[in-house]
């Protein structure tokens, strides 16, 4: 509660109202000759004062609340900030309570000292930005250097197109290595694969790819635990006879190029596809009338998983 004896005899700007200094009176006697009369008078407009003021200070957040700034305190503000805040709360208690001072300079000085003096009322002004919502960090999978084993399995096929029905079941494994530089990962990889006698056209016939090892550079980049990546190399692939036409004994030299994802399941497992395109080189065959060379080619699309050290 605000000592309000302290306000008054400290700053002497409040206007007492009229009544109070020349109270009516109806008795046989002016005031001047009864003094306790006077006296009482004041009391009793100091009490009305008292409760007012006491009012004004218990209903001070709805008055808070309809100034044009938002208070972060007054302890700590200049001299002229706390006036200007006074200003604006002095005239709602003038507009709300009918309380009024001629001077608001000390009204200023007797909110902070009340401020400073009630601890409660200054905590619930100061205002505190809330502590932001703690996040807990993704789970990170590691990153993608290190060795690594695997299986795949798929389709391959002369034709691209996925409507085509000579694709053949084809599958094998691959062991590798990959690398991050400056925000890329390099690798190669050694495949070897079972085609599952993926036909391919030759003049006069057609030859079965039996198996093939290829041996790839890697070049990717990475997304998290997700890598995508561009990959080209060399390939041996061994072909067999097919109908009337007589294939080259051996393997074969060629190259490939091909695109894959892959996606990270933890530290360890990651799984992927991948899209490879072989051309075979020079491939001699005998159709039982002439003999001619030509180029084969095959595509292959692959699903694997990965096992990383």
Same mark, same amino acid.
């Given at each position: 509660?605000?000592?309000?004896?302290? !306000?008054?005899?400290?700053?002497?700007?409040?206007?007492?109202?009229?009544?109070? $200094?020349?109270?009516?009176? =109806?008795? %046989?006697?002016?005031?001047? @000759?009864?003094?306790?009369?006077?006296?009482?008078?004041?009391?009793?407009?100091?009490?009305?004062? =008292?409760?007012? /003021?006491? @009012?004004?200070? @218990?209903?001070?957040?709805?008055? %808070? *609340?309809?100034?044009p700034v938002v208070p972060r305190? &007054?302890?700590? *503000?200049?001299?002229?900030?706390?006036?200007?805040?006074?200003?604006?709360?002095?005239?709602?208690?003038?507009?709300?309570?009918? !309380?009024?001072?001629?001077?608001? =300079?000390?009204?200023?000085?007797? /909110?902070?000292?009340?401020?400073?003096?009630?601890?409660?009322?200054?905590?619930?002004?100061?205002?505190?930005?809330?502590?932001?919502?703690?996040?807990?960090?993704?789970?990170?999978?590691?990153?993608? =250097?290190?060795?690594?084993?695997?299986?795949?399995? #798929?389709?391959?096929?002369?034709?691209?197109?996925?409507?085509?029905?000579?694709? %053949?079941?084809? #599958?094998?494994?691959?062991?590798?290595?990959?690398?991050?530089?400056?925000?890329?990962?390099?690798?190669?990889?050694?495949?070897?694969?079972?085609?599952?006698?993926?036909?391919?056209?030759?003049?006069?016939?057609? &030859?079965?790819?039996?198996?093939?090892?290829?041996? @790839?550079?890697? !070049?990717?980049?990475?997304? #998290?635990?997700? &890598?995508?990546?561009?990959?080209?190399?060399?390939?041996?692939?061994?072909? *067999?006879?097919?109908?009337?036409?007589?294939?080259?004994?051996?393997?074969?030299?060629?190259? $490939?190029?091909?695109?894959?994802?892959?996606?990270?399941?933890?530290?360890? /497992?990651?799984?992927?596809? %991948?899209?490879?395109?072989t051309r075979t080189g020079d491939?001699?065959?005998?159709?039982?009338?002439?003999?001619?060379?030509?180029? !084969?080619?095959?595509?292959?699309?692959?699903?694997?998983?990965?096992?990383?050290?």
């Amino acid at each position: 509660m605000v000592d309000i004896w302290w !306000v008054v005899r400290s700053f002497g700007g409040w206007r007492v109202p009229q009544s109070a $200094l020349v109270p009516t009176w =109806t008795g %046989e006697a002016p005031p001047s @000759k009864h003094p306790l009369v006077f006296v009482t008078c004041v009391a009793q407009e100091l009490a009305v004062a =008292t409760d007012k /003021i006491n @009012k004004a200070f @218990k209903d001070f957040r709805h008055i %808070e *609340r309809s100034l044009p700034v938002v208070p972060r305190g &007054l302890l700590g *503000r200049s001299l002229p900030e706390v006036c200007n805040l006074s200003n604006c709360l002095h005239e709602k208690m003038r507009a709300l309570y009918g !309380v009024t001072f001629m001077n608001t =300079t000390p009204f200023a000085l007797a /909110i902070a000292a009340a401020f400073a003096a009630t601890p409660v009322m200054a905590a619930d002004l100061t205002y505190s930005d809330p502590a932001p919502a703690y996040e807990a960090p993704a789970a990170s999978t590691g990153g993608w =250097t290190g060795a690594y084993v695997g299986l795949h399995a #798929g389709t391959g096929s002369e034709s691209m197109s996925p409507f085509s029905g000579d694709k %053949e079941f084809m #599958g094998g494994v691959q062991a590798g290595y990959n690398a991050e530089m400056g925000g890329a990962v390099v690798g190669g990889e050694l495949e070897l694969s079972h085609m599952g006698d993926t036909e391919v056209d030759v003049p006069g016939g057609q &030859l079965k790819e039996r198996h093939r090892i290829a041996a @790839k550079a890697k !070049v990717g980049a990475p997304l #998290g635990d997700t &890598l995508v990546y561009g990959t080209a190399g060399g390939a041996m692939t061994s072909l *067999r006879d097919s109908g009337n036409a007589q294939g080259p004994d051996g393997w074969k030299p060629g190259w $490939l190029v091909g695109a894959g994802v892959e996606q990270k399941f933890n530290e360890q /497992i990651s799984g992927r596809v %991948e899209y490879n395109y072989t051309r075979t080189g020079d491939v001699r065959s005998f159709n039982g009338v002439s003999t001619s060379e030509t180029n !084969v080619s095959d595509h292959t699309i692959k699903a694997g998983v990965n096992y990383r050290f």
